[in-house]
Nanobody
Framework: QAQLVESGGGLVQPGGSLRLSCAASGLILDYYTVGWFRQAPGKEREGVSSISSSDGSTIYADSVQGRFTISRDYVDSTVYLQMNSLKPEDTAMYYC??????????????????WGQGTQVTVSS
C-alpha cells in the first residue's frame, strides 16, 4: 500500500528556516504531481505549493511566495519544501499529497489521492 511520509518539521524562531521532506513507499514519487498543504488549529486546510509531474512547473500560495521553494530530487524520489523567513502565521501541520493523474501543479486538495500523516511546524520565539 502506497504511503507518503513527511519529515523535517520542528520548532523555529521567527525569521528562521526549515526544510520539509516528502518521501514515498509503494509508489515512485517522480511520476506524481506533489503538493504541500497546511492546516492550523481552527482553520481550514490550505494549499502551500505544488510541483507538477510533467514539466516540474511550480505554484505557490500568495502567503508564501518568495519565502518557500518546492523542489524534487529524482535520485531519491523525494520532494522538498524549503521554508525561509518563517513567520508565526506559518505555524501549522504540514502535509504532502500526491497524485499521478494530475499533470499540472495545483493547490486544489480534492485532486490528490495520496496523503501523508503530516509534520508539525511551529514558529515561535
Amino acid at each position: 500500500q502506497a504511503q507518503l511520509v513527511e519529515s523535517g518539521g520542528g520548532l523555529v524562531q521567527p525569521g528562521g528556516s526549515l526544510r520539509l521532506s516528502c518521501a514515498a513507499s509503494g509508489l515512485i514519487l517522480d511520476y506524481y504531481t506533489v503538493g504541500w498543504f497546511r492546516q492550523a488549529p481552527g482553520k481550514e486546510r490550505e494549499g502551500v505549493s505544488s510541483i507538477s509531474s510533467s514539466d516540474g512547473s511550480t505554484i505557490y500560495a500568495d502567503s508564501v511566495q518568495g519565502r518557500f521553494t518546492i523542489s524534487r530530487d529524482y535520485v531519491d524520489s523525494t520532494v522538498y519544501l524549503q521554508m525561509n523567513s518563517l513567520k508565526p502565521e506559518d505555524t501549522a501541520m504540514y502535509y504532502c499529497a500526491a497524485d499521478r493523474l494530475i499533470t499540472i501543479a495545483t493547490l486544489d486538495d480534492w485532486e490528490y489521492d495520496y496523503w501523508g500523516q503530516g509534520t508539525q511546524v511551529t514558529v515561535s520565539s
